[in-house]
Structures are given as C-alpha cells and as structure tokens.
C-alpha cells in the first residue's frame, strides 16, 4: 500500500521502521521484522504514555521500558536516538552490532544508558519486567506518605511469541498475578512468527486465557500495525485501560504482521532474522512511500520525538519540587532514600557482622549464613530477597521483617514458590532498579542448573545479586546423586565477573557477605555446607576477602614439601591431615581458597606469598570435580576430589565413602611428595 501522504505520527513510526531497516542492512546482521512489525505500539507508548527524562536516564521515578524480546532491539535504539538520548546518536545507530559500538546485537544496561536491563535470551525481560514492578511496589510502600507520592511509576514490557514460550515468563507472570502487581504492563506483539517459520508449528494456545488464569487483566488490540490513528488510539486506549487496573498486572495481545511494509517478507520467517536486501529495502521505501535516504529522518519526525526531551525535563522538575517538600517534611526517609539511590553504605556497616574463634561450635555454614543474613538485615535496610521455596533449608527468611504479599510490599522476605529461573531473573531486576536495593535469591546448589542463565546474566548485566546456595556437595547425603551438586561449583567459576566464594567457616561467611554487600558491579554466588563445620584457628573476615590465603604454615617457601589447598567444608580435612604430616617431619602450609575470582584480582607478590612458585608439590581438597584445579595445583600435584556422579547415603557416609577422609587425604599427600 503507496502511502502518498503521513501524519507526523506516521512519519515518527516509519522513521523507527527505516532506523532498524538501515542499519541490520548495514551490518547485515540483525532483526528487522519485530521493529517494522512492532512500531506503532512502540511509539504510542513512548510519545503519549510512558513518563521519562531522555537528558537523566536514572531519574528515580522514570517509568521502565524492558524490551524482553532483545534481539528486536534496534526498535529500542532507534526509539533513543529519536527521544533524544545523549548515549545513541545516528553514528551509533550506523555501527549497529559492530565492535565497541552503543548498540550491540542485544540491548546491554552497562553499554547503553537509557536501556534499563540485559534481557537477551527470550523471555528474561518479562521476568525482569516482574522484578522492577516489585522493586517499584516494595520502594512505594516503604517511602511513600498519605500526602506525598515520591515513588510512583510503571513497568512496560515489550515481548514476543518467543517469550511467552520460553518456561521462565510463565513461571514470573504466574508470581506477578499472585502478587497483584498493577503497575506492570506487558504489551505482546503477536505477530505468529518465529525462525522455523509460523508459530503454529509448536504454539497453539490461547496465551490470552493463560494469563487470565495467572490473575492478570487481559486485552486484545486486534489491529495494532498503525495503519491509522485510529489503530494508534486503539493501542493508547488499551494502555490507559491498563492503568486503570490497579490490582493485577496487565497483558495487551497486540496483534502485528512482522516484516510490515515489506511487500514480499512480510509475514514471513524470512523478514524475522536476516537482512532484507537491496531489493526488498527499495521495494519497502517504495511500499510505505518513504522518501529519504539511508538513516535519514524526516526533520518533523525528530522534532515531534525530541518534545520527549522537555517533557521529560518537566516531568523530573514537578518531581523535584514533591521530594523538596517531602524532604522537608520526612527528612529521615528521604535521607534513607538518597543514601540507597547513591549506592552508599552505612559508615562502619561490616562492624556488624560476626567473628568466630576455635571456641565457638561447630556450624553448618549454612546457619551461620541465615545468622549474618539477619545481622545485615538489621544495618541494611536496601536488603531484600527469598528463596525458591526453600527458605527453612536455606536459612534465609528475615526475622525482622515480614513477607512481601500483595498489601504488604513493604515487607522484604520475597517468596518466590519453586521458579528459580523466575527468581533468578527478578533478582537481577531489583538489583538494577536504580533504588540501592540488593536482593539476594536462594536455593539449593544443584538447581542453579534451572537458573544458570539469569546467573549469567547477572554477571553480564554488573548487576549486584547475592546468590545463596546452600547444600553444596555430597554431603547432601540421602537425596542422593539428583541432589548432590558435583560439577557445579567448577561450572559456575567458568562465568566471568561472578565471585563464586565457598566458605569453611563463620569467618569466611562473614567475608563472602561483605564481599557481596561492597560489589557494585559484580554478582557473588556463596555455596554453603549442610553440616556442621569447625571454626578454624587462622581463619579471619581479612583474609578471606582476598578470596586465597596462608590458613597455617610456620616454614620458608623453599622448605615446603607440600601445600594443601582446600575450600569450604574440605578445609578441615587439609587442617587434619597437615596436623599428621608435620608430626611426621614434613613441612606443609595450608592455603585456603574459597574464592578464585577474588585471589586473582591480587597482585602478583600476594600471590605469590600465598602460593610459592618454588613449591611445586600441592594437593587440592575440594568435593566436587577436580576440573580446573591444575591451575592451582600444577604438574606436579594432584586433587582429591570427585569426578562421578555421587550416592545415595547418609552424607558423612558418602563422603567417606568417596575419599574425603583424613585417611585418604594424608595417603594421596604422601604420594604427592613422593
């Protein structure tokens, strides 16, 4: 269809279309059919609803955009550029997917201001989209007054057919209409497309009834390509109605044709992941009538778009004025609140957490985790989280604070029922909310295979998550070898920026959390034991923040026969079996290691002061797969460890029955020193 004539709303839509046709083009490389496809939503929400400040991407009460279907992401580049936002200009748009450019193939929060979250891998956005409504909600309740609303805004989520396929939006939206989060809204382009072609292939359902079932409100615009005002006021009607509803979350079906305007790909698998190519591109600019160059934009375009930037400026002015006055009248809570939104801790805050002594029990690391947890709790009040069901197992329920629940977000004990891939994606969310608060998720080691993506995503994203996992290795014990994690702690080293830091002890616990508190930028995954543990002579919060150190020794490097590395609940066998080989004349140090990343951020002279090169024997003592550990160990040493599957049995059988027994340890020592 010739467009001959267009209102500027039409021109600003088909300037987004022709900004993500341009450049996948140029780099040919990229997703053309969800933008063409899903502009006109886009930009109805933009330009008439959505309330933000493209000069302060971070003003607190701006409302927040997730595109959960990321790989359409120059739809949310090119909306920027056009808003007005200093971090995308044209250049950026030009080298779209190109090296160290601003606009990478999926929309990345540390790379992009003005992108709120790394969503990715489809359907992380609808849960992140759960999480800033949380994060909103909790924030609301705690800060807000009966005359003054300082926390107040939306979360808009864009998602695709692919989204509402993938398991984790299903098990967050299920959570969001339990919880009755009615400042999320959920727009669904539902254009029946996906790479192996129509989605009929392998999705059938009424996805509409399923989120009725779930608690939301529903709402189906059936037209939703922007063909007229009238299908843009369509899209405008069914938001407004959405925000009406202020006691469930919402999901507006938005029907589209992908690929729109693209006489022969639209409505094709085609159009979905690939350039459109030099033909089809002439034939779309003749289709829609659009008469410009490549990456050109219709000057009444830019300008209507670029109103965004003073009324966004007006919008964080009137703003401005309700927090003077509520800072002049709650100078306590807005002290509060812009010391979290600053990022800043307390003054002196790890005075309180805890320090142990030989002396003190014996103790699950676990249950000293759930004692620091409530420590840091009663210091930080930007603490928050939960656990996927497993709250009592995980000791990680607050005692000073009750549950989060519809009509009582003000609560910080998140239940998250058993969707940890949901919980691990929404705690990334808090975590980026931009309100200081740290959220930490919790479940057993083993299921971080349910969640390892949204792990991942946390590292990627500089998103500060504490992962707290609990029931570490096959000392599990009876559940047997479904339960007993054995890779996963090697695995989860592999992901860049996770500290992955596993304690033996009170001290090294209280470092793991300090650690995890002080990280800005990086997610810490604590693995913790189930049984009890021996506070351990040399152990101290100090050195265990250098995630390596020299636990006991007494000898010059080059006197050394061997040193002992441990971790975690093992670190007390190396103790033992150190303790028999010194009685026996050998020379040992052991070294505990509970957290790799940390060791090596040290300098060169630290580490070499904790792992001599000139003492080459050494003996890892970790119960799980010795993979990785020859870094440490070297040529000439070995590992104590276990690369099968584990057992079912009691969980000091198991271990004894897979060699982690003073024994075992001293023999395979001795072997080592030859």
């Known amino acids: 269809m010739v467009v001959a004539t267009q209102s500027v709303e039409q021109l600003c839509i088909n300037s ?47 409302d927040r ?81 009966p005359d003054s609303q300082i926390i107040d805004h939306y979360t808009y989520v864009i998602a695709g057919d692919g989204c509402n396929m993938e398991g984790i939006s299903g098990e967050a939206a299920s959570l969001a209409g339990h919880l009755g989060l009615g400042k999320l809204i959920v727009l669904y382009d539902d254009n029946s497309i996906s790479i192996e072609g129509s989605t009929d292939i392998a999705f059938t359902e009424d996805v509409n009834k399923r989120f009725e079932a779930y608690g939301w409100h529903v709402q189906h615009v059936e037209q939703g390509n922007g063909e007229d005002n009238g299908s843009l006021d369509s899209i405008a009607k069914a938001i ?98 812009e010391r979290m939104v600053s990022g800043e801790l307390p003054a002196n805050w790890a005075d309180c957490l805890p320090t142990y002594t030989p002396e003190d029990k014996a103790e699950a690391t676990r249950n000293t985790s759930g004692k620091i947890l409530n420590t840091i709790a009663d210091t ?46 929404i705690c990334n ?4 909310h931009g309100s200081g608060l740290i959220p930490y998720g919790a479940t057993f080691l083993v299921f971080t295979d349910y969640m390892r993506n949204a792990i991942r995503l946390s590292a990627l994203a500089e998103a500060r998550v504490i992962w707290v996992m609990t029931h570490d290795s096959i000392a599990v014990g009876e559940d047997g070898p479904t339960h007993q994690p054995v890779e996963h702690v090697a ?86 079996a150190a303790d028999i080989l010194k009685a026996e004349g050998k020379k040992v140090r052991v070294v505990s290691l509970p957290c790799w990343e940390l060791f090596e951020a040290q300098s060169e002279e630290y580490k070499e002061s904790v792992l001599p090169s000139v003492a080459k024997k050494r003996l890892s003592v970790e119960a799980g797969t010795t993979f990785g550990w020859q870094r440490y160990t070297g040529d000439n040493g070995a590992s104590v460890g276990i690369d099968t599957f584990g057992a079912s049995a009691p969980g000091d059988v198991a271990l004894d029955k897979f060699g982690f027994n003073v024994d075992n340890v001293v023999a395979t020592a001795k072997k080592v020193i030859g």
Not at 295 to 308: I, Q, S
């Open 16 to 62: 987004i279309r022709f900004l993500a046709i341009d450049a996948v083009e140029k780099a040919n490389s990229g997703h053309p059919g969800l933008p063409m496809g899903a502009a006109p939503m886009a930009f109805v929400l933009w330009d008439r609803l959505m309330r933000y400040n493209p000069k302060n991407p971070n003003w607190l009460n701006r």
């Open 65 to 145: 955009f997730v595109l959960s279907a990321g790989h359409g992401c120059m739809l949310q580049y090119a909306l920027l550029y056009l808003a007005g936002y200093d971090s995308v200009g044209i250049e950026d748009i030009k080298q779209f997917r190109q090296w160290d450019s601003k606009t990478p193939g999926h929309p990345e929060n540390h790379i992009t201001k003005g992108v709120e979250v790394t969503t990715g891998p489809l359907g992380q956005g609808v849960a992140n989209g759960v999480g800033f409504a949380m994060a909103e909600a909790h924030m609301a309740a705690k800060f807000n007054k």
């Open 240 to 337: 407004e109605a959405a925000k009406a509803v202020t006691d469930k979350p919402s999901f507006i079906k938005v029907t589209t044709l992908i690929g729109y305007g693209s006489p022969n790909k639209v409505n094709t698998y085609g159009v979905h992941g690939a350039a459109l190519g030099t033909d089809e591109v002439k034939l779309t600019r003749e289709n829609l009538g659009w008469n410009y160059g490549e990456f050109e934009v219709p000057g009444d375009a830019l300008a209507h778009f670029r109103k965004a930037v003073d009324r966004g400026a007006e919008a964080e002015a009137e703003w401005n004025k309700t927090f003077a006055d509520y800072k002049a009248k709650y100078a306590d809570s807005a002290a509060l609140l």
């Open 380 to 425: 930080l009040p930007e603490l928050i989280g939960g656990s996927a069901d497993l709250a009592p197992s995980n000791k990680t329920a607050l005692k000073n604070t009750g549950d989060f629940q519809k009509g009582s977000y003000g609560e910080r004990n998140l239940h998250f029922g058993v969707r940890e891939h949901a919980m691990g994606a």
């Open 429 to 432: 969310a808090i975590a980026l």
């Open 491 to 576: 695995s989860l080293r592999m992901i860049p920026q996770l500290q992955v830091f596993r304690p033996a002890d009170g001290n090294e616990t209280s470092a793991a959390y300090k650690v995890a508190v002080e990280s800005k930028k990086h997610p810490t995954l604590i693995a913790l034991s189930r049984q009890n543990l021996p506070q351990l002579e040399g152990s101290s919060i100090e050195k265990a923040e250098k995630g390596g150190y020299v636990l006991s020794c007494g000898f010059a490097p080059e006197e050394l026969d061997l040193i002992f590395i441990g971790t975690g609940s093992e670190l007390e066998l190396c103790v033992k």
